[in-house]
């Protein structure tokens, strides 16, 4: 990566400038504002010492601003100031020491700027909260508002930090940049970003980094079919589920020739799982594990489930009772779209799939869990019985 001070992306260019840090602090009435413990005169002192020469300092300080200013992700008048003095001083070289108490989250030794990176991110994405509904978000009249119109600011501070040289600072800085530009105002510079991001997946050889890159990259509606191609089949995965992709043919074929080593797609990363959630980090935009989101991918771009019959068979060593909800529940209901009838012959695709299930034992402890899924389909969530419309 590009070193210390010197990265800058693209999209910087003809953007407000921040306030000076120290003007922040001298010109805020800090003593009219409030944070979630009352008056909030105590801010400055804590802001000020993020910049301190011992890590255990800043730490500290980090953390009371957390509680006071960012309570419970409730916004607060002290919290728009904090913010911009915040986003000010990312590129100090004071915020750079390491330590690994900076959040009560993450335990990591990272640098300062890392955990003050995630702070904007959760600062961007409590003023969000409601944004798009219109409803009220429980912040005081004027907060949330305030909050929102520093968004272009504080991205203008988090962006560059995307081609940092320390791998924490850059997973930051695309964690909030993503948060900050759900902003409506601020989605046009989407485009000027993904090409920060392009430079960032030529020169990283991290692929957890080059993941989230591409699945974010993903997520904002950007083209990712340059990567269809990729070396790395993980890669070539994350970048076949980008919405741009969905009609996407060769997108869809790389997806299904996935899937057909689904032991594999969870070997490349350490990722949660139902019996072990504190297992590893989920990947940014899919809401649970890759080759969970590689199949319904699979799922709702194929219409024939004869096509899709490989990766169902592919798939039912990893199910369970535990996983129907993500995998064979809704691989029954793409096999059986108008529900089981008793009167018609099972396809051969059917019967496969079928067979494969009832052949798995993981599948069928405590029933509970199982019955709405096969409810649905018209099917008795009892192997003995599915077992005999088989024999039939």
């Known amino acids: 990566m590009t070193s210390h001070g010197k990265y800058l992306t693209p999209d910087q260019a003809g953007h407000s400038q921040l306030p000076d840090a120290r003007s922040v602090i001298e010109g805020t009435s800090w003593t009219a504002l409030e944070h979630a413990y009352g008056p909030a005169q105590d801010t400055?002192?804590?802001?000020?010492?993020?910049?301190?020469?011992?890590?255990d300092v800043q730490a500290g300080a980090l953390g009371l601003l957390d509680m006071s200013v960012l309570h419970q992700e409730s916004?607060?008048?002290?919290?728009?100031?904090a913010a911009l003095y915040i986003a000010a001083v990312l590129n100090d070289p004071r915020t750079l020491?390491?330590?690994?108490?900076?959040s009560t989250w993450d335990d990591r030794p990272r640098p300062l700027?890392?955990?003050?990176?995630?702070?904007?991110?959760?600062?961007?994405?409590?003023?969000?909260y409601r944004e798009t509904t219109g409803e009220d978000d429980g912040n005081a009249p004027g907060v949330t508002a305030a909050v929102r119109a520093a968004r272009g600011e504080i991205l203008d501070a988090v962006a560059p930090h995307l081609l940092a040289p320390d791998h924490t600072v850059r997973a930051a800085a695309l964690n909030?940049?993503?948060?900050?530009?759900?902003?409506?105002e601020l989605a046009s510079r989407m485009a000027g970003i993904t090409q920060t991001l392009r430079s960032l997946l030529i020169q990283s050889t991290d692929r957890r980094e080059r993941a989230a890159t591409i699945l974010t990259i993903g997520a904002w509606g950007q083209d990712t079919t340059d990567w269809l191609t990729d070396p790395d089949p993980a890669i070539r995965a994350c970048a076949a589920l980008s919405p741009a992709c969905e009609i996407n043919p060769r997108a869809t074929q790389t997806i299904l020739d996935t899937l057909l080593d689904p032991v594999a797609i969870d070997s490349w990363f350490?990722?949660?799982?139902?019996?072990?959630?504190?297992?590893?980090?989920?990947?940014?935009?899919?809401?649970?594990?890759?080759?969970?989101?590689?199949?319904?991918?699979?799922?709702?771009?194929?219409?024939d489930f004869e096509e899709l019959l490989p990766t169902?068979?592919?798939?039912?060593?990893?199910?369970?009772n535990l996983t129907?909800?993500?995998?064979?529940?809704?691989l029954l209901t793409a096999a059986f779209p108008s529900g089981h009838d008793q009167g018609v012959k099972l396809t051969t695709a059917q019967r496969r799939y079928l067979q494969a299930l009832t052949d798995h034992d993981a599948c069928w402890r405590y029933t509970h869990l199982i019955t709405p899924w096969l409810d649905n389909v018209n099917l008795p969530a009892d192997r003995a019985r599915i077992k005999a419309i088989l024999a039939r």
């Open 113 to 128: 700027r890392a955990a003050l990176l995630d702070w904007l991110g959760q600062v961007a994405e409590s003023a969000a």
């Open 75 to 81: 916004l607060y008048s002290a919290t728009p100031p």
């Open 270 to 303: 350490l990722e949660p799982t139902p019996t072990d959630p504190w297992a590893g980090d989920p990947l940014p935009h899919l809401g649970g594990r890759l080759r969970h989101a590689l199949l319904a991918a699979a799922i709702d771009r194929t219409d």
């Open 312 to 320: 169902a068979l592919a798939s039912v060593p990893l199910s369970s």
């Open 44 to 55: 400055p002192l804590r802001l000020v010492q993020l910049l301190d020469e011992d890590p």
């Open 176 to 184: 909030s940049t993503s948060t900050l530009l759900q902003a409506p």
């Open 324 to 330: 129907i909800d993500k995998d064979w529940g809704p």
């Open 97 to 102: 020491t390491p330590h690994e108490d900076y």
